[in-house]
């Protein structure tokens, strides 16, 4: 199954990509994208461990797919958050990295 | 040839994803997650896993671009779009060289854990008692229903902690920005011929779910989607927080599949298990309720808490 | 004699699509790409959904490929009008 | 038929190339079609595809027509002076104020 074992090395490299950009995005917004990265990346994973074998196999599909609205939900609030937070600081980075040049 | 097919695809997903971390800008990075998004419902397919495909397909072409654009449109009014001048961390090398270890440390599980039987032999000895044909619904709806109510009350505390943001003076307010468009223009006409297509789809996914790839989560929304292409077009002026109406619409969903947990206790089946003879019509209604529930939710969180009085 | 009218219409259909990929890449201004991008781009779709159609097993199954190609040419209208339209504005300064 | 399988890759290589207009721009309006032909080149992938992985990815595909233009409209309304605008009604000068749903019901 060389077909699935790819996909799951792109989904664990898609992990490590999101990582690298949630730890090197200063701007929020950029580090909400990185975050859906690191999550869709492990969904691959799930799927293609779930393909493994041939079969398509039911169970990693259904907690994927509940994963995926979840992500979107947890994505919402975070982009609220980013917003109220640049609304009130004028800012759409943290306090603490604010000093950074 | 199917392997080049898939080599294709996935350096394609891996060079979208790299744009969308290395890129400067934050626009930039949000048109490259949308293209990834589209390419993910490609490789699901591929992975033979089309109930998924579906779901991500609605989700990454319809919902995320709409809010990761608006947001974006938000920040803009405020001058807050542009990254800061730092554009490059501290410790590049030490970060990059961690993240390749994690990709690395998944790598090394995919290899070295051994490969189980797939699917679960339980599961194929269960599916005939499930009730319905299609095994990702029996699994949703079923055999893991305790996930899926979880799931669908995660949904509404996501919604609630985004209405926490809304302002006191704009609570009574409509959500979102207040939405116009020309009279008869291209944007409002599009409003128009789309939704009753794409209510058609959002219910015919949700009536197959049964049987075929489909079902609450995929229909559901597809209809979220449809709402926000009415809403933005003007067509659909969105409700209010205080309306009952919608109120009972977020909670159908979850409260509709606790009742079916308790009559399943009641009938001695045990809480969340549904016996066999009722199951088929069960996971019916269960599914219908649950899609209006998640259209809602997922409009209402796109759209935003009421700010119709803002001003930047 | 099916699977050479597939053959033909989806070597067309690929053809439309690399010309428009090239258009979107070289032509000098938002307006002339977006011609390339939704002209070609949706011709192609069409082609390749022709291509397809002579492969399908019923015909639902080539009213619901015809069905995606109407929406994607609505799609690709109506953004191109609004992308156009807000190019329009930016490059005047309102 | 593995010259469907040809015509996908094709069809994702000329997208792969497309894709250095959405890295270059210059303008947003660039970036903004590069996603919507990331949405056409998607459905004409699984249109090909269909034959060989089973008919349901026309589902799939249906889906992404539908919603192919949502991300353009989500865009014009964010980059709109208010957010909630059209680009077509500056040149309507007799368009109706927004309505903020403050009188009605």
Redesign the interface.
Known sequence: MTGSTLYALTGAALVGIGFFGLISAQHLMRRVVAFNLIGSGLFVFLGAAGARSGASDPIPQALIITGIVVALSASALAIGLVVAHARASRRPTLPEEDGEA | MTLVLDLTLCALILAVALATVLGGGVFRAIVFFIVYGLLLSVAWVRLDAVDVALAEAAIGAGLTGVLFLSAFGKLARIGAEAEPPAARIRGFLPAALACAGLTGALAWAWFALPVPERPAPDLATALPRAGVENPVTAVLLNFRAWDTLLESIVLLAALIGVWMLARDEDWHDRFGLPQHVRPGGVMANFGRLLPPVGVLVGVYLVYVGADRPGGAFQGGTVLAAVGLVAALAGLLRPPRVTQIVWRMGLVAGPLVFLVAGIVGAILGAGFLTLPEPIAGSAIFVIEIALAISIAVTLAFLVIGPPEQGHRE | MNDLATYAFTSIGLFFFVAGSVGFLRFPDVFSRLHALTKADNLGLGFIALGIAFQAESWRLVALLFLIWGLMLLAAGTMSQLIARDALRERDGR | ???????????????????????H?P?????????????????????????L????????????????????????????A???????????LA????????SSE
Do not use: H, Y
């Not at chain 4, 309006?29 to 919507?36: I, N």
């Not at chain 4, 208010?82 to 309507?92: A, F, K, M, Y």
């Not at chain 4, 368009?95 to 403050?102: E, R």
């Open positions: 038929m593995t010259w469907l399988t040809c015509v996908a890759v094709g069809v994702l290589a000329s997208l792969g190339a497309a894709l250095l207009r959405v890295w721009g303008g947003r309006a660039d970036r903004m079609m590069g996603a919507q032909l990331a949405g056409t080149s998607g459905v004409a992938v699984l249109v090909v595809l269909a034959p992985e089973g008919w349901a990815a026309l589902d799939v595909a249906l889906i992404l027509a539908l919603f192919g233009a949502l991300a353009a409209v989500g865009f014009v309304k964010a980059v709109s208010d957010g909630g605008g059209d680009p077509e009604e500056d040149e309507d368009a109706t104020p927004p309505d903020n749903g403050v």
